[in-house]
């Protein structure tokens, strides 16, 4: 997995460490776990696409 990419999926991870952090402490917000949901969909996309 090339630095990029590894830096995607570090990301995404670190996103949802914080949106369930935030919804634990605060309360859940749609748009943030949207948002990740959007991020995942395109850390995956980008894994696929270096895979192939």
Known sequence: MPG???AMA?????GLVLV????VTIGSDGWLWF???VLGVATIGAMA????
């Open 4 to 6: 990029s990419t590894r």
């Open 10 to 14: 570090g990301l995404t991870v670190g």
């Open 20 to 23: 369930t952090a935030y919804s």
């Open 35 to 37: 948002a990740w949901v």
């Open 49 to 52: 696409t270096r895979g192939a």
